[in-house]
């Protein structure tokens, strides 16, 4: 009888999480199908601004693809923090803390196609869309259709890097979710000063919002908020957007001058428990979704795939896959995701809360973060390499 052809690693969704890991098995001769459902290429004029943290940096120096992104990466050496209508701000620098940046923002085109130049294309399966992934006692399988046609695979190990949301329930693995009601406004602006590599993190009473140094001149902004605060800003006319923003975020940089598309997605707090089935682990996006406040989400993500990268290598072809070997990347994984989930959302919480008096104590909080080094160097490690 014709026995099916055994995969060893599937990978379903090559986004920038789904591709590092394939790129870390390629560089060590660990064979992998990736399925990826859009064509190639299609992701590479994504402008979305990705928050590199610099310990994503260093995953990127070491797979050698840094060098193809860099040019298009601008760095933040300064993180300024403050609350509007409070007192109290904190400001974080790179240097004091010796390193060479806290961080960058990236295009999320940038980072796909610098990786898919490298990636071997004959492991990956284009315009190819799982549809169904069941985990079982001996080997996974992955349904997809290509070119109308279905398929399965049967795989030691299937990886689900889809993004989240993509695939319904995978047995065994049941999702957390917690609807902050708010949404995520996403655009660049160009403002009358110069960024001079300087993150701002503004807390509002309405939400928390982010302008982040991206290209010479340009700002990334993130604003969260309300869902109808941001549905209603979505519809103002370019002129008094501008001029909103001016209002809720100062004068720091001066007045705003003009504006690219504004696009809006909803926010949520999602968690997998487990992250792992039989024969299938679930990373990145998939696995967690964070509010953006501190640019955490895509740097948990890639840590999970250098993690697990790093697990297949050093697991016998036999064991992938195992129940073993996929309990090790949950202890690995645990503290470092908990840790970036509860961070993020405490932020949330504290700052998105007007209850009497705690405006002051949250002034206070950063006035004194400001005066404290150990705990700067706290903050900057955890927002730097998720510990
Ligand atoms: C609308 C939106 C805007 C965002 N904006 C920002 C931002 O401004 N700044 C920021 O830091 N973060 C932002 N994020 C979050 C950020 O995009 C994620 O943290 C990051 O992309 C996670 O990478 P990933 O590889 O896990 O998933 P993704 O980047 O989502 O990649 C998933 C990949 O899987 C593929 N795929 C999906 N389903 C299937 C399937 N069934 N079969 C095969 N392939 C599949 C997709 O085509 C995609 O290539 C945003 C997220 C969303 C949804």
């Not at 300024?80 to 007192?87: D, M, V, Y």
């Not at 259709?145 to 693995?173: F, K, M, P, W, Y």
Request: aromatic share 6%; hydrophobic share 40%.
């Amino acid at each position: 009888m014709h026995k099916p052809c055994l995969h060893n690693v599937v990978i379903v969704g090559g986004g920038p999480v789904g591709s590092v890991l394939a790129l870390t098995l390629q560089q060590q001769h660990v064979p992998f199908t990736m399925l990826e459902a859009r064509a190639k290429g299609a992701s590479h004029q994504d402008t979305r601004a990705l928050a590199l943290s610099y310990g994503s940096r260093l995953i990127l120096e070491k797979l050698d693809v840094w060098p193809a992104v860099e040019a298009r990466a601008t760095a933040i050496n300064t993180i300024h923090i403050s609350q509007r209508g409070g007192l109290g701000r904190t400001k974080l620098n790179a240097d004091e803390h010796g390193l060479q940046s806290l961080g960058y923002v990236l295009p999320y085109g940038a980072i796909t196609q610098a990786l898919d130049a490298v990636l071997d294309a004959s492991s990956i399966i284009y315009e190819a869309e799982a549809t169904e992934i069941k985990p079982g006692q001996d080997t996974s399988s992955v349904t997809y259709s290509h070119a109308n046609t279905t398929h399965t695979l049967q795989t030691s190990l299937c990886v689900v890097a889809d993004g989240g949301r993509s695939l319904g329930e995978i047995e065994g693995i049941h999702k957390e979710t917690k609807e902050y009601g708010h949404d995520a406004l996403v655009t660049k602006v160009l403002a009358e000063l110069p960024h001079n590599h300087i993150a701002y993190e503004r807390f509002t009473p309405t939400g928390p919002m982010a302008l982040l140094p991206n290209g010479d001149n340009d700002f990334s902004l993130v604003w969260t908020g309300l869902q109808a605060n941001i549905h209603g800003l979505l519809a103002l006319d370019d002129k008094t957007f501008l001029a909103q923003l001016h209002q809720a975020f100062g004068d720091r940089v001066g007045k705003f001058l003009s504006i690219e598309k504004r696009m809006s997605f909803p926010l949520k707090l999602s968690v997998l428990k487990p992250s792992v089935a039989p024969h299938l682990a679930v990373i990145g996006n998939a696995a967690q979704t964070m509010h953006p406040v501190a640019g955490q989400g895509f740097n948990v993500g890639m840590r999970d795939a250098w993690t697990l990268a790093d697990l297949v290598i050093n697991t016998p072809q036999a064991e992938l896959g195992s129940a073993d070997m996929l309990k090790r990347y949950s202890q690995q994984r645990s503290r470092d995701t908990r840790g970036g989930i509860l961070f993020t959302d405490l932020l949330v919480n504290v700052f998105n809360n007007d209850l009497i008096g705690l405006q002051a104590m949250r002034g206070a909080g950063l006035g004194l973060l400001q005066l404290l080094k150990p705990a700067k160097n706290l903050l900057i490690s955890k927002m730097s390499f998720g510990k």
